[in-house]
């Protein structure tokens, strides 16, 4: 399929750029001409992915997020979010519905079940001290 349109950026693992991340996501699919549960779809999974990065990724640490996306002229939108920091030992079990490293009321183990709900398909690519990489895509309805 062909790439009609393409886009990288790169960002520090700085909570407050979780909604740079997401508004850039939905500026540059507005092209589309998405619907809003299209759009909003999009910007839940890109905020779990890229919360993801900063806080398991690079724990305390400051490292670079990387989110690129791409779309395809039959609609997919692909985005990958990818960061170098400490990566998954088991991503089937990472991927569990619950699943957390985290103890504490703030984190449920429900970010990667948000992302598959929210998107057509989801993968990740983990190695432990390399980093992460999740690919999500999504086709978009038809335009009205
Ligand atoms: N980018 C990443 N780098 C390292 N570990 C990760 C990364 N993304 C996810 N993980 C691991 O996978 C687990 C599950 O992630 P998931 O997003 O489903 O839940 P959570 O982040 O723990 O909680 P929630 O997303 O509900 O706040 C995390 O607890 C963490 O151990
Ligand atoms: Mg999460």
Redesign the pocket.
């Known amino acids: 399929m062909n790439i009609l349109n393409e886009m990288k950026v790169e960002f520090l693992s700085k909570s407050s750029n979780e909604s740079f991340a997401r508004i850039t996501a939905s500026a540059f699919i507005a092209q589309l001409d998405p619907n809003i549960e299209e759009m909003s779809d999009v910007k839940t999974a890109v905020s ?1 992915a890229v ?3 900063i ?3 690079y724990k305390n640490a400051v490292g670079v997020v990387t989110m690129m996306i791409r779309i395809f002229e039959d609609r997919c939108v692909e985005i990958t979010i990818l ?1 170098k ?4 030992a088991d991503v089937d079990e ?1 991927r569990t519905p619950l ?4 103890d504490g009321e703030e ?7 948000v992302m598959e709900t929210f998107m057509d398909q989801v993968e990740v690519f983990s190695a432990l001290s390399e980093g ?1 990489k999740v690919v999500m895509r999504k086709t978009f309805a038809k335009g009205n």
């Open positions: 779990e919360t993801n990065a806080i398991h990724g960061d920091g400490a990566g998954i990472a699943f957390t490293t985290c984190r449920s183990g429900m970010g990667f079940t992460t």
